[in-house]
């Protein structure tokens, strides 16, 4: 049993629909999860959900061998589409859901919200049946179903087309979000019994031995190259501040030896002695103020030798200061000469291909930047040559100075092709 649980539009319910999978179907045998592309919080979830590490599987960023490496194990694994099942990056639609399925041969369950539908559920359904032949749609889950009449209604007019179930709708299973997407789940003091709530509903309103029977259990193993560690012994921020990690990248530097140590900033801890800080992003900006009087925690980094490096909120802990979405100013690292804000706010989103040519992250990356601050200075070095992923050359990203650095993206993988600059 593996399958990919996608929709026709974000929206639809995949996220609690896999979650009540999850926890359903843990209940009875082992599960994996993984999520499709640049996501950080849904993974989250989806490991409490299971009890298993979630992996990303992003076909925009990893080669089909990278993928095939992170999806193989003798564990049966769910993965979370992500947007629609064939929108991907421009210009062509690389790195939808539907790619992952085809590079893993792996069937689909479509997840359709027919809340607002009756007889046309089969047209949207069979419109995604048929429109590739390579990906195979094994069935569908309706969501939001009003009523027993209601779901008699789209069972006659799908026909054919197999249901694995049809679950009512719960506005009490919404989950809160904010601008980056959910709320995480180490914020959420109900998640426990927030997730078995949504298993509870979809093991009494999905098949699941229908679905366990989809396809055999095991993925076979491969190899892939692997991202080298960027030293030896590497110090990793990680709290409700710092959560937006890669767990791949993070297995893949242990794997190679590498010496992992974690810390808090929220909780004022020092960075431990390393030759590498690494500080991911996150939601620093919810936490400026506190952030801002941990005096242990900066003057570590103040005082450091080592190599620090920071993605997206990360990168603007190590900046002078954080103006949050109130207009307060709050003080930070000083390691970098960058201000953001949140007190206005724009999109900033898409996947980037980056050529380094100092600092650790040396080398060609594919990456991705996804948030709302803005830049009210920068000033020093960037570090980063960056295009967009139609190819299309950015503004130099990020900033270097000695031994500090870090930009707004998120590294992913070692670049398909390397930047030509």
Not at 37 to 61: E, K, M, S, T
Not at 318 to 331: N, P, R, V, Y
């Amino acid at each position: 049993m593996s399958f990919v649980i996608a929709a026709p539009a974000s929206g639809s319910g995949k996220t609690t629909i896999t979650l009540g999978l999850l926890r359903a179907i843990s209940r009875m045998r082992p599960v994996r999860a993984a999520k499709s592309g640049p996501d950080y919080i849904d993974p989250q979830f989806h490991a409490a959900a299971c009890g298993a590490r979630c992996v990303n599987l992003d076909a925009w960023a990893m080669t089909p061998e990278r993928i095939a490496a992170l999806a193989a194990g003798e564990t049966p694994l769910i993965i979370e589409g992500a947007m629609g099942l064939f929108d991907g990056a421009p210009p062509d639609g690389k790195g939808a859901t539907a790619d992952l399925a085809r590079i893993l041969g792996l069937p689909v369950v479509l997840v359709i919200d027919a809340g607002r539908m009756a007889g046309s559920v089969a047209a949207l359904a069979q419109g995604f049946i048929n429109h590739d032949p390579r990906v195979n749609i094994a069935g569908v889950i309706l969501n939001n179903v009003g009523s027993a009449r209601h779901e008699a209604m789209l069972r006659r007019a799908l026909g054919d087309i197999r249901i694995f179930g049809a679950v009512p709708r719960r506005p009490d299973l919404a989950q809160p979000s904010r601008h980056l997407g959910l709320v995480q789940a180490v914020e959420r003091p109900d998640l426990e019994a927030y997730l078995d709530a949504a298993a509870d509903l979809i093991a009494g309103t999905v098949d699941l031995g229908a679905l366990l029977q989809l396809h055999p259990a095991r993925l076979p193993a491969r190899t892939a190259n692997r991202c080298t560690p960027p030293a030896q012994n590497i110090a990793i921020a990680r709290d409700a501040a710092f959560a937006f990690c890669y767990p791949h990248m993070i297995a893949d530097w242990h794997n190679a030896g590498a010496n992992l140590s974690f810390f808090s900033p929220l909780a004022n801890e020092p960075a431990p002695a390393a030759d590498f800080i690494y500080l991911p992003g996150g939601y620093p900006e919810l936490h400026a103020g506190r952030l801002a009087a941990n005096m242990c925690f900066l003057d570590s980094l103040r005082q450091s030798g080592a190599q620090i490096y920071g993605e997206c909120g990360g990168y603007m802990v190590l900046g002078q200061t954080i103006t949050d979405a109130d207009g307060q100013s709050h003080t930070m690292a000083g390691l970098l000469g960058l201000e953001t804000s949140f007190a206005s706010r724009k999109l900033h989103l898409g996947y980037r291909t980056l050529q380094a040519t100092q600092g650790p992250m040396r080398g060609s990356w594919a990456g991705h930047e996804f948030h709302y601050a803005t830049t009210r200075k920068a000033r020093g070095t960037p570090l980063f040559d960056a295009k967009d992923a139609e190819g299309t050359a950015l503004t130099p990203m990020g900033l270097v100075n000695g031994n500090v650095s870090g930009s707004f993206a998120h590294v992913i993988d070692a670049a398909l092709r390397p930047l030509q600059v």
